[in-house]
């Protein structure tokens, strides 16, 4: 079966800091990995994906993800947070025998700091 | 470029009502088409999803059903709602060829049963 698990309930970072949101994955398989983020009142917005290829996956807003086979993790990263990425971020596997399922973890909530 | 609609966008029902949410999709053909539901901000629950017209899985035993009348609508009801139906719902698109597509979600409902 697959799941994902996100650590941390809040991460809370100055701005200008890096940023890191954790995600540690299980598959049967080779993992298909989405990080998400949603702002409040709205949906969710896609922000990366890792497939296949280079461990480090670039994806919108600056945002970048780093895939760790060996600690089977998949944390979301940013070299330099900004005040308006202060959002919940959520990171989902691909489930292997649906309809191109997604399982999602419970969420992480950023906090940028000015 | 594709587009996906949800309404309504807030809704307040009494228990016991029936309820109707829509959700379109512009741009594309034959997606695959799921319903969330999202409580207290945090985590995602699959409900249902569409692979086509007439073609509905569902995730959990609910008080819910789903229905896909046409290719790019969807469509969440219930003939009558429990207190515990309240939450956000959000539906979301992916393209049905493709093993690794992420999924594109619409701006959300929320539902309030008092």
């Known amino acids: 079966a697959q799941s994902v698990a996100q650590p941390e309930d809040q991460v809370n970072v100055a701005e200008g800091n890096p940023l890191t949101v954790k995600c540690t994955y299980s598959?049967?398989?080779?993992?298909?990995l989405f990080w998400y983020v949603q702002y409040p009142n709205r949906g969710l917005q896609f922000l990366l994906k890792?497939?296949?290829?280079?461990?480090l996956v670039k994806g919108s807003y600056g945002f970048e993800a780093e895939f760790n086979k060996s600690q089977t993790s998949f944390h979301l990263k940013k070299p330099s947070a900004l005040v308006s990425d202060s959002a919940l971020y959520f990171c989902?596997?691909?489930?292997?025998?649906?309809?191109?399922?997604?399982?999602f973890g419970t969420g992480t909530r950023l906090t940028v700091i000015p | 470029s594709q587009t996906i609609h949800q309404w309504p966008a807030t809704l307040v029902q009494p228990v016991g009502s029936p309820l109707s949410l829509e959700c379109t999709v512009e741009?594309?053909?034959?997606?695959?088409l799921y319903w969330y539901r999202q409580a207290a901000g945090r985590g995602l629950q699959l409900l249902f999803y569409?692979?086509?017209?007439?073609?509905i899985s569902s995730e959990v035993p609910q008080n819910l059903s789903a229905s896909r009348p046409q290719d790019r609508q969807f469509i969440l009801s219930s003939k009558k709602l429990l207190l515990s139906d309240s939450g956000f719902y959000l539906c979301?698109?992916?393209?049905?060829?493709?093993?690794?597509?992420?999924?594109?979600f619409g701006p959300g409902t929320r539902l309030t049963v008092l």
């Open positions: 741009g594309t053909s034959n997606p695959n």
């Open positions: 569409s692979v086509g017209i007439g073609q």
């Open positions: 598959v049967s398989g080779n993992p298909y």
């Open positions: 890792y497939i296949t290829g280079d461990n």
């Open positions: 979301a698109w992916s393209q049905l060829a493709g093993f690794y597509n992420e999924q594109f």
């Open positions: 989902a596997v691909r489930d292997i025998t649906g309809a191109n399922n997604l399982f």
